[in-house]
């Protein structure tokens, strides 16, 4: 500090930092509320629908996708992403857009999903 420096400049520089806002001393920002898209079981639709709509809708692998369509057939349900309401609204979307199954004549429509808050 150059010797020309008044006291109140040396007190500013030697006072402590103002605290911090109220914000940043509770820590992170909260988190948004967490939305599950659940898919429902049908007859309507094969497991191979299934896979090939988890696969292209959520990037799932066919593995996992055959895991998911197996527990919606036989649990009548399955949460198939877990994400923010905006985000889980689309994916909901995009399922009643996905189409009828070209494999079932019988399959007249999409298959039916839903969301619902995370607990």
Known sequence: ????????????????????????????????????????????????????MLQSLFGHPPE?????????????????LTTTREHAELKRDQIHAFGADRLLARSKGSMKASIEAEE
């Open 1 to 52: 500090m150059p010797a020309a420096a008044s006291a109140a400049e040396t007190a500013v520089e030697d006072s402590p930092a103002p605290a911090a806002p109220e914000a940043d001393r509770r820590g992170k920002p909260k988190r948004q509320p967490r939305y599950h898209v659940v898919l429902w079981n049908d007859d309507d639709h094969t497991y191979q629908y299934v896979v090939a």
């Open 64 to 80: 996992r996708g055959f895991r998911l369509a197996k527990e919606v057939d036989t649990q009548g349900r399955v949460i198939v």
